[in-house]
């Protein structure tokens, strides 16, 4: 069974830092992309980054390139999302997720994890 | 990056009713690499359509999904009391950023 287990986030203040985790069971963790998506509170779904199967490349969205960086743990089978220079705006439940069928881009995303919040005071 | 219009805001149906949820992107999805996806409160979301038609795992065949280009289209054939929840369309054409649509409400009338 494909699991996706997220930890970290919390309280933290208006330019400080946090690191998400997001550890993965139940499928070969190097063949996939694995991404992270937000979602503020009641507001919609906010597409984060993504970083392919081998960790090689990475992007992401233009309110948060330079202050977020991705990364994966292919030997550890753990993704992580550290975030930095944080801001208000950054305020959301965190999900990590899984690429439908391959390493790279162009999939839809077939797993989730629970989510975690994270809250930026200003 | 591609902007998703997703219409209408809100849906007013009753059980047994049929659904359309429409789509629209700011231009041209690269090989209709189009997904909806289904989300209830207090829950992550779920895959139900990718690639514009094909149904994900476990979706039941109510659920249906078209369209090609700019104009993508979910319709839902007979409403059941678990299928009213947020709705978002998701591009994930070229390369990154991916972009959502902002949701459409599926409530019970």
């Known amino acids: 069974e494909v699991q996706l287990l997220q930890s970290g986030g919390g309280l933290e203040q208006a330019g400080g830092s946090l690191r998400l985790s997001c550890a993965a069971s139940?499928?070969?963790?190097?063949?996939?992309?694995l991404c992270w998506v937000r979602q503020a509170p009641g507001k919609g779904l906010e597409w984060v980054s993504l970083?392919?199967?081998?960790?090689?490349?990475?992007y992401y969205a233009d309110s948060v390139k330079g202050r977020f960086t991705i990364s994966r743990d292919n030997s550890r089978n753990m993704l992580y999302l550290q975030m930095s220079s944080l801001r208000a705006e950054d305020t959301a439940v965190y999900y990590c997720?899984?690429?439908?069928?391959?390493?790279?881009?162009?999939?839809?995303?077939?797993?989730w994890g629970q989510g975690t919040l994270v809250t930026v005071s200003s | 990056e591609i902007v998703l219009t997703q219409s209408p805001g809100t849906l007013s149906l009753s059980p047994g009713d049929r659904a359309t949820l429409s789509c629209r992107a700011s231009?041209?999805?690269?090989?209709?690499?189009l997904a909806w996806y289904q989300q209830k409160p207090a829950q992550a979301p779920r895959l139900v359509i990718y690639?514009?038609?094909i149904r994900a795992t476990g979706i039941p065949d109510r659920f249906s999904g078209s369209g090609s280009g700019t104009d993508f289209t979910l319709t839902i054939s007979r409403l059941e009391p678990e299928d009213f929840a947020m709705y978002y369309c998701?591009?994930?054409?070229?390369?990154?950023?991916?972009?959502f649509g902002q949701g459409t409400k599926l409530e019970i009338k």
């Open positions: 970083i392919i199967g081998s960790g090689g490349s990475a």
């Open positions: 139940g499928f070969s963790f190097s063949t996939y992309a």
């Open positions: 997720a899984r690429a439908y069928g391959g390493a790279f881009y162009n999939e839809p995303l077939s797993y």
């Open positions: 998701q591009q994930y054409g070229r390369s990154p950023p991916y972009t």
């Open positions: 690639g514009a038609s």
């Open positions: 231009q041209s999805v690269s090989s209709n690499y």
